[in-house]
């Protein structure tokens, strides 16, 4: 082979290591964008999870403590309905008491 097709053969193959090289660096960036693309939507995806998962758990501890405080609000009205009635009880006995009181001595 002569100097000038050395020459050229050696042009010619440094352009097609360059040309491997930017394709490869191309692959490699379309590579790291999938991947980032990938990364976002996990991300995304998980956020999204938590954020059902919190809301329901919300959603049960409202509701929980909607149901703890009817029966609290429930048992006070029975409890203050026992107090009235005894409270009428008491006062009758009180009144037949003075009213038997004032028939004796009368």
Request: proline share 0%; aromatic share 4%; glycine share 0%.
């Given at each position: 082979?002569?100097?000038?097709?050395?020459?050229?053969?050696l042009?010619?193959?440094?352009?097609?290591?360059?040309?491997?090289?930017?394709?490869?660096?191309?692959?490699?960036?379309?590579?790291?964008?999938?991947?980032?693309?990938?990364?976002?939507?996990?991300?995304?995806?998980?956020?999204?999870?938590?954020?059902?998962?919190?809301?329901?758990?919300?959603?049960?501890?409202?509701?929980d403590?909607?149901?703890?405080?009817?029966?609290?609000?429930?048992?006070?009205?029975?409890?203050?309905?026992?107090?009235?009635?005894?409270?009428?009880?008491?006062?009758?006995?009180?009144?037949?008491?003075?009213?038997?009181k004032?028939?004796?001595?009368?």
């Open positions: 082979m002569e100097r000038k097709e050395i020459l050229e053969k042009k010619s193959v440094e352009a097609e290591i360059r040309n491997n090289l930017d394709a490869a660096q191309h692959k490699k960036n379309e590579i790291l964008a999938t991947a980032q693309k990938q990364a976002q939507k996990l991300e995304d995806d998980g956020e999204y999870r938590i954020k059902k998962e919190r809301e329901k758990l919300l959603a049960q501890a409202k509701k403590i909607e149901e703890k405080q009817q029966r609290i609000l429930k048992k006070a009205k029975a409890d203050a309905e026992t107090i009235k009635k005894k409270t009428q009880t008491k006062k009758a006995k009180e009144l037949f008491i003075e009213k038997f004032e028939y004796v001595y009368v």
